[in-house]
């Protein structure tokens, strides 16, 4: 079970992972958008920005390129009728500044666009945005404009440096890595435990089941010894034949009895385990029931007392066969722990709802008159032991048996089991509490319709 734990904790941990990961990443690239639409904004706010002091301002001071320049960490060239102006620039580029201009103005050249001749059907051109590759990697935004006033020839050219997104983004990449990698471990905290929540039932019903098993073929290899050794007798003394062949036929069947439970148990789980619902006289069934425990009470010295209403009880839908086995489960455990001198009692009772179903729940798109008309319960209360508070939520799962010494041989831990399979079928419930008088009373309650 660990191994199964470890291996639905990494599957767990590495699909929702995954999901984090690819959540995170559309963050990243998105964020990547965003750095690079911020990038050509800059630009273009920067660009205008030249553009009209150009057009407006006959004179440009150094100080105002230095200024622009640091702020944009960008390249600004002007021309007059050819000649540069005497600034050098305020930083220093990867890539020579001279060679950014050049390769500038010749993909402007490309366009038509010539910083030393005006333009000849307006008195501005600009180029498109152009990209321009340094030689160390480093990548630039570019335009040209050229002006034309009277015989003076004025051109800007605008180089912006764009760095890497991943270098502006180096803060929000590391973060995002530790959301990731911390998001990694969390998940495998929560799925190591949330795991091994899921398989505790799945825990527990393989320790049943293991228990069940090593108790069945105790109860197994019992009858298989004593079938053996009484062929071994029977050859040995064939005059004892009529007193072993009773023992061995007594074993036979409680082999019988066991297999037969655990094929019901494995039909209920297949979910082949039909029922014929008919319509059932519950007092005929009660009394027969009673008739037939009667002697098997009288030999052990055990009073049974049949209570029925005054009036007849409602024949329901049901298969009168599971009912009969049902009662036949909580009469036989009933008779094997309730001690000679004491009594068991089967009652019978019902709960009718009102005439005009104002008692009964709303069910959306169902007819009131299709609702359960009434309750029936039916009750098995003994004078035995008792079962203690702990193990009443306990004795009606598969394989538990609160006899641990297993002092009745003739039960498995499967009765009460197969009572509660059957009774959901009937879309029952089946309870266990004290009988006031001591012992236990089971109680089956079975929705029925008129």
């Known amino acids: ?257 066991l297999i037969d439970d655990m094929l019901l148990l494995a039909s209920a789980d297949a979910k082949t385990w039909n029922i014929h619902m008919v319509k059932t006289d519950m007092d005929t069934l009660l009394i027969e029931t009673y008739e037939a425990f009667l002697p098997a009470c009288r030999e052990k010295q055990i009073t049974l007392r049949l209570e029925l209403p005054d009036t007849s009880l409602p024949s329901i839908q049901a298969d009168p066969e599971r009912i009969r086995q049902i009662l036949f489960i909580l009469l036989d455990n009933a008779l094997t722990y309730t001690p000679a001198g004491q009594q068991i009692q089967i009652r019978a009772e019902t709960k009718i709802a009102a005439a005009n179903h104002s008692d009964r729940p709303y069910r959306p798109g169902i007819s009131p008159s299709l609702l359960p008309a009434g309750l029936l319960i039916l009750q098995v209360a003994d004078q035995g032991c008792g079962i203690p508070d702990d193990q009443k939520n306990l004795i009606f799962d598969r394989f538990y048996q609160a006899d641990k010494a297993r002092s009745s041989k003739s039960h498995f831990g499967l009765g009460l089991s197969i009572a509660k399979e059957l009774v959901c079928l009937h879309k029952g419930t089946i309870t266990v509490t004290d009988n006031p008088k001591g012992g236990s009373c089971f109680s089956i309650i079975l929705p029925f319709s008129l």
């Open 1 to 257: 079970m660990t191994r199964l734990r470890f291996r639905l904790t990494w599957l767990y941990t590495i699909t929702t992972s995954l999901i984090l990961t690819l959540a995170l990443t559309s963050l990243f690239l998105l964020r990547i958008k965003e750095t690079r639409q911020a990038q050509l904004d800059s630009f273009y706010t920067t660009w205008n920005s030249l553009s009209f002091r150009l057009t407006s301002d006959t004179i440009i001071s150094q100080n105002f390129l230095a200024q622009a320049e640091a702020a944009s960490q960008s390249i600004i060239h002007i021309e007059e009728n050819g000649i540069p102006l005497l600034y050098r620039g305020s930083w220093t580029p990867a890539t020579d500044r001279q060679l950014l201009i050049e390769k500038t103005k010749k993909q402007a050249a490309a366009q038509g666009i010539l910083t030393f001749t005006a333009p000849v059907s307006s008195s501005s051109a600009a180029t498109t945005l152009l990209t321009i590759k340094g030689e160390n990697q480093d990548q630039y935004y570019a335009m040209v404009l050229v002006l034309s006033h009277q015989k003076t020839v004025r051109s800007l050219c605008f180089i912006f440096y764009c760095p890497p997104v991943l270098l502006v983004l180096k803060k929000t990449l590391l973060i995002l890595l530790g959301a990731d990698l911390a998001g990694f471990l969390c998940l495998l905290f929560v799925s190591w435990h949330f795991v091994g929540w899921s398989l505790q039932p799945v825990e527990e019903n393989r320790k049943r089941q293991a228990e069940f098993i090593a108790s069945a073929s105790h109860e197994l290899r019992s009858p298989l010894a004593v079938l053996r050794s009484g062929t071994a007798a029977i050859l040995a003394a064939p005059e004892q034949k009529e007193s072993l062949l009773k023992t061995m036929d007594s074993e036979c069947i409680r082999m019988s009895r």
